[in-house]
């Protein structure tokens, strides 16, 4: 016998928090769900073992004690290792699977907190991927500043109104980018948290982009960005690569269909808007 699933959702980057301390990220219509499986058997996706850090992360951060045998079964649309926050999903899922069955009152803050704190011990974020935590709730592009107290408090929220979202599937990341690769393009992070916070979020994605390019040394990326931009299309690489996505308007659909042609794999989906906000 399982639950009923909990849902979470994939995202891309707005802004990289590794870059200069702040983060964002919007959610986009891939899901993930999990539930708790009583017949201790489950086919769960692959989460770089962010599930067995689930019970432990619960207890340091709440307080409530969770079984370490439960069983949570997940299954993901969002690819693994390709920036499209499917960490996130995996871990918001599970922990809304858990606190759903065992009745534990845990608000969206404490949620994202956990989720964080997962995947921090578990190695799959160089930041606690807030903003992205964030995005896995269905909340549109919360704006986390990381030097805050807590960093799970949004600094703000911005909102991305009727967009399309295609994502060129370039495969798996091969390696783990270090902070430092970021840090060192600290300045032009800087830029694209400037234009976030002027409201200008089509600029600061693609700021983001380029800067990222930049810092993984994904010369390739950078090339296609750079074309994207002269077609008058936003892109950006998301998260730490190597996926491209492409954000545009009803008016651009076909202009985006060419010329994902020449790619042998891509997603379309669109960015979510509330009420997904609670991912039901």
């Known amino acids: 016998m399982t639950s009923t699933p909990s849902v979470a959702y994939g995202g891309v980057s707005i802004l990289h928090a590794a870059g200069c301390g ?5 959610p986009i219509d891939l899901s993930c769900r999990a539930m708790i499986n009583r017949d201790k058997a489950g086919n769960n996706a692959d989460d770089s073992g962010l599930l067995s850090q689930l019970s432990s992360s619960i207890l340091s951060l709440t307080g409530h004690e969770i079984d370490s045998e439960i069983t949570i079964s997940v299954e993901s649309e969002i690819p693994a290792s390709m920036g ?3 960490s996130s999903a995996v871990a918001i899922s599970a922990i809304k699977s858990v606190i ?16 964080a704190e997962m995947q921090m011990r578990s190695g799959c974020s160089m930041t606690g991927a807030y903003d992205d935590n964030w995005a896995a709730m269905g909340m549109n592009s919360a704006i986390i500043r990381l030097e805050s107290e807590p960093p799970s408090e949004p600094f703000a929220h911005t909102v991305i109104n009727n967009m399309y979202c295609t994502i060129i599937h370039r ?17 032009k992070f800087k830029i694209a948290k ?23 040394r994904d010369f390739q990326g950078l090339k296609i960005l750079k074309t994207l931009d002269s077609m008058g299309l936003a ?37 979510l808007q509330r009420p997904h906000m609670e991912g039901k």
């Open 194 to 216: 400037e234009s976030l916070m002027s409201g200008d979020v089509i600029g600061a994605f693609k700021e983001n982009g380029l800067a990222v390019a930049e810092a993984t």
């Open 171 to 187: 495969g798996r990341r091969r390696s783990t980018p270090k902070l430092s690769d970021f840090e060192k393009m600290r300045s």
């Open 22 to 26: 702040w983060g964002c990220s919007t």
């Open 100 to 115: 759903q069955e065992l009745e534990i009152d845990l608000d969206p803050r404490q949620i994202v907190e956990v989720a």
């Open 84 to 86: 499209l926050k499917s």
């Open 235 to 271: 892109s950006s690489i998301t998260g730490s690569g190597p996926s491209i996505a492409i954000l545009y308007g009803e008016d651009q659909i076909d202009l985006v269909s060419d010329f994902s042609r020449s790619f042998e794999r891509i997603i379309t989906t669109k960015v």
